[in-house]
C-alpha cells in the first residue's frame, strides 16, 4: 500500500522560509515523478513543482521558480520543497503526490498526502 506522509508546515513570516518533507513508502518509486501541490481556501488544486525520482530533473511553476526547490533523499524514500522568500500569496494546503508520468496536472499523479498547512503572514 502507497503511502505519503507530508511534514514540516507552519505559520512564518512574508520573506521567511519551510522546509516541507514528504516520506514515501510502500513501493519502490525510482521510476516515478514525485509532484508537489497547494491548495488555497477556494480555490482550485495548483501545480508548485516535480521532481523525476530517477536523475533529480526538476520542473517549477512560474509563481514559485527561483524561489522553491525540490530535493530527495534516495536512503529515506523522501522527497522535499524547500520554501524560500515566502509571500502571504503562498498560503495553503500542500500536497506532495506520485505518479508514474510527469505532468503538471493533478490527474497526472496516483498517490497524494493528506496535506500540510502552511501560512504566510505579511
Known amino acids: 500500500q502507497v503511502q505519503l506522509v507530508e511534514s514540516g508546515g507552519g505559520l512564518v513570516q512574508a520573506g521567511g522560509s519551510l522546509r516541507l518533507s514528504c516520506a514515501a513508502s510502500?513501493?519502490?518509486?525510482?521510476?516515478?515523478?514525485m509532484g508537489w501541490f497547494r491548495q488555497a481556501p477556494g480555490k482550485a488544486r495548483e501545480f508548485v513543482g516535480r521532481?523525476?525520482?530517477?536523475?533529480?530533473?526538476?520542473y517549477y511553476s512560474d509563481s514559485v521558480k527561483g524561489r522553491f526547490t525540490i530535493s530527495k533523499d534516495n536512503a529515506k524514500n523522501t522527497a522535499y520543497l524547500q520554501m524560500n522568500s515566502l509571500k502571504p500569496e503562498d498560503t495553503g494546503v500542500y500536497y506532495c503526490a506520485a505518479g508514474p508520468y510527469s505532468g503538471y496536472l493533478v490527474s497526472s499523479y496516483d498517490y497524494w498526502g493528506q496535506g500540510t498547512q502552511v501560512t504566510v503572514s505579511s
Open positions: 510502500g513501493r519502490t518509486f525510482s521510476s516515478f515523478v
Open positions: 521532481l523525476r525520482w530517477s536523475g533529480s530533473t526538476t
